[in-house]
T-cell receptor, first 109, second 113 residues
Framework: KNEVEQSPQNLTAQEGEFITINCSYS?????LHWLQQHPGGGIVSLFM???GKKKHGRLIATINIQEKHSSLHITASHPRDSAVYIC???????????FGTGTRLKVLA | DAGVTQSPTHLIKTRGQQVTLRCSPK?????VSWYQQALGQGPQFIFQ???????QRGNFPDRFSGHQFPNYSSELNVNALLLGDSALYLC????????????FGNGTRLTVT
């Protein structure tokens, strides 16, 4: 079992839909990142969380430390949101990150 | 303000050869980490460099080595290439002494034939 699990693995949505991507982890963490990877490989950091909730535009990220779970929400989804979304957790006392395998999102116009 | 830059963008090598990948961190960053991402998988941590030394290492064989220069740029070297080394190699930079976000380059896609 992977230390960082994401669900779903693949997601197809219609433009305008509300989208939720989940991340569960089994290790202690000092921080959690949500990352976006477009075809071609480049990765962009969307959020870094250690508690609570963060919002940026149409994106919202939440984390529940006790339940070892985080969610990434996209409101009013758009085809340009199509990408792979990756959850990564930072191991405490280190600078090492453990990554999930990603959720491949496709938003149809 | 330049972000993280990696070179080359694509590379094709033959089994047994050696390869060097390069990374320049985001301006102001002093720490560089390298990751290997196989097709359809999440990135796997290779190692991290700070103050020109390898500070932490993931589960990769000694064929994978690196270097950091005084200007904080870094190289990843892979010797005796195997077919299984074919992957996207990502460099990420950060500021060590803060819980700062990671900034990634666009990666180098290595194909071993």
């Amino acid at each position: 079992k992977n230390e960082v699990e994401q669900s779903p693995q693949n997601l197809t949505a219609q433009e305008g839909e509300f989208i939720t991507i989940n991340c569960s982890y089994s290790v202690g963490i000092s921080a959690l990142h949500w990352l976006q990877q477009h075809p071609g490989g480049g990765i962009v950091s969307l959020f870094m969380l250690s508690s609570g909730k963060k919002k940026h535009g149409r994106l919202i990220a939440t984390i529940n430390i006790q339940e070892k779970h985080s969610s990434l929400h996209i409101t009013a989804s758009h085809p340009r949101d199509s990408a792979v979304y990756i959850c990564a957790v930072r191991v405490p006392g280190t600078y090492k990150y453990i990554f999930g395998t990603g959720t491949r999102l496709k938003v149809l116009a | 303000d330049a972000g993280v830059t990696q070179s080359p963008t694509h590379l094709i090598k033959t089994r047994g050869q050696q390869v060097t990948l390069r990374c320049s961190p985001k301006s102001g960053h002093d720490t560089v980490s390298w990751y290997q991402q196989a097709l359809g998988q999440g990135p796997q941590f290779i190692f991290q460099y700070y103050e020109e030394e390898e500070r932490q290492r993931g589960n990769f064989p000694d064929r994978f080595s690196g270097h950091q220069f005084p200007n904080y740029s870094s190289e990843l070297n892979v010797n005796a290439l195997l077919l299984g080394d074919s992957a996207l190699y990502l460099c990420a930079s950060s500021l060590r002494l803060t819980n700062s976000p990671l900034h990634f380059g666009n990666g180098t896609r290595l194909t071993v034939t």
